[in-house]
């Protein structure tokens, strides 16, 4: 539980100016209108679907309903992750877009180790497996998504460089929602890293909270120019947490979805006519457009189709250990790829909580205006990152 100092130190911060931001680090307040043409040279409709997928992509197929629909020339690869502590990751491949996809899943708030990533909020700095030459040595990251990233990072990479093998031209597109944007960040900067310096490497992540401090902020700029996106739907509070106050700072490239009808580029960092002119109140009642729509596609897992998957995992020896029951999509045509790759299933060591059912998953769903109302004021002005 938040002390009351600390509690009445983020409350007075939150109210400095609109956006939850203080007049810090201004660097740019130029705005363009993303057009419907802009959209599609962009290519941001499959990529959204890309990180819709996340959600949904369970059982080592491309098979999870609108999200996969709308992007079919996909083959699925690698799926990582128990919904909990250790959160769903997958790499895929298109072959028309000779393209390695790595997805992030969002928080499921249902699960309480999820949250705990999420409030683990103190800066802090690199791993050393990031902390590379080179790097700022006051370069600092939110403590809970590394902690959440690391933990899947070597074997999305082997997972990577398995496909880069066969195709060592294909480019590395690197997406997600909510925390799995988080994560993809963190992601995309060690693929960057670690994979052949004329790879390719594009992250675009979907309300995305900020990942580190100002200087993790340029230095990531300076990475990835404008091969860093990430886009905010309306009056999402989610990419106003960490607070500015609290020493977190958004990298540019910012699109900010408006309204329905006026989408926004928006240069440098904490640009202040785009999502940080949204007050504390706007942001707690807007909690709903975090699963979007967007581009038309939706976030969560309400986007998966409710057919019932049981796996019996077993431990050493082959003892059945728990029964899991999670949701999977619709079947849809299969994809056919020229290539041979090998489909990994979750490693047996992970970590699976008991919180993961069937039932919690569908009540992330259909329950969601519960908790909603109750509790997202008092999480957003109180500086925690909790990322839906």
Not at 51 to 57: K, L, P, Q, T
Not at 271 to 280: E, F
Not at 339 to 364: D, F, H, K
Request: charged share 10%.
């Amino acid at each position: 539980m938040l002390s009351l100092s600390l509690l009445f130190f983020t409350l007075a911060s939150s109210f400095v100016e609109r956006g939850f931001s203080s007049p810090l680090a201004r660097r740019d307040n130029a705005t363009a209108p993303l057009t419907n043409a802009d959209v599609q040279s962009r290519d941001l409709v499959s990529i959204a679907a890309f990180a819709a997928a996340a959600y949904c992509v369970r059982a080592g197929e491309w098979n999870c309903g609108q999200a996969c629909e709308t992007i079919p020339d996909t083959q699925l690869i690698f799926t990582i992750g128990d919904n909990a502590a250790t959160p769903d990751a997958y790499v895929a491949y298109s072959q028309s877009r000779n393209q390695i996809i790595v997805g992030h899943e969002g928080t499921d708030p249902t699960v309480l180790l999820s949250i705990k990533n999420d409030v683990k909020f103190s800066p802090t700095p690199l791993l050393t497996v990031l902390n590379v030459a080179g790097t700022p040595s006051d370069v600092e990251v939110h403590n809970g998504f590394q902690t959440a990233w690391v933990q899947t990072s070597t074997l999305v990479l082997n997972a990577v460089k398995e496909v880069q093998a066969q195709v060592p031209d294909a480019s590395v597109l690197v997406t997600g929602h909510s925390l799995g944007a988080a994560i993809a960040l963190l992601d995309a900067i060690f693929l960057k890293q670690q994979l052949p310096s004329n790879t390719s490497v594009q992250v675009v992540g979907f309300g995305r909270p900020r990942v580190g401090n100002a200087a993790f902020a340029t230095w990531v700029d300076g990475m990835f120019g404008d091969k860093n996106t990430f886009v905010v739907s309306r009056d999402d509070p989610v990419p106003h947490v960490p607070l500015l106050a609290q020493g977190f700072q958004h990298t540019s490239g910012e699109i900010w979805i408006k309204d329905n009808t006026t989408t926004l580029t928006c240069d440098g960092q904490e640009n202040p006519n785009c999502s940080d002119t949204i007050g504390v109140l706007d942001a707690a009642t807007g909690v709903s457009d975090h699963t979007g729509p967007y581009f038309g596609v939706n976030m969560g897992h309400g986007s998966c189709a409710n057919l019932a998957v049981t796996s019996v995992l077993t431990g050493s020896g082959g003892t059945p250990t728990k029964t899991v029951t999670t949701t999977k999509a619709g079947v849809t045509q299969a994809f056919s790829a020229t290539l041979s790759l090998r489909v990994t299933n979750t490693p047996s060591n992970i970590p699976v909580s008991n919180n993961i059912n069937g039932g919690g998953r569908m009540a992330a769903v259909g329950g969601a205006g519960g908790w909603r109302g109750a509790a997202v004021l008092g999480a957003v002005v109180a500086g925690v990152a909790m990322v839906l």
